[in-house]
Nanobody
């Protein structure tokens, strides 16, 4: 089992920035993929970004250039730097970890962008 705990969410004005963090603990395999998804009110959960142990990244096309994912393998943490935030970025942001055919999810952290 892997436990994921997100932090860093909050209320920010449009145009502002936030940095989300996710701490992973438990039976973590080297070579995993960590990432972020988000779910806005009344909408389906959507992909944000992922990053492999080696640092290869993937982003939702609509978020490229504004969001940056990074990770600290020594501390089993993944981060999401969000800039130029828009009201439509308002959502619960979930951390994920995939390894060995399994996928784990955090409880999510709320990000609210005011106009």
């Amino acid at each position: 089992q892997v436990q994921l705990v997100e932090s860093g969410g909050g209320l920010v004005e449009a145009g502002g920035s936030l940095r989300l963090s996710c701490a992973a603990s438990g039976n973590i395999f080297y070579g995993n993929t960590m990432g972020w998804y988000r779910q806005a009110p009344g909408k389906q959960r959507e992909f944000v970004a992922t990053i492999t142990t080696g640092g290869s990244t993937s982003y939702a096309d609509s978020l490229k250039g504004r969001f940056t994912i990074s990770r600290d393998n020594t501390r089993n943490r993944v981060h999401l730097q969000m800039s130029s935030l828009k009201p439509e970025d308002t959502a619960v942001y979930f951390c994920t970890e995939r390894q060995g055919g399994q996928e784990f999810w955090g409880q999510g952290t709320q990000v609210t962008v005011s106009s």
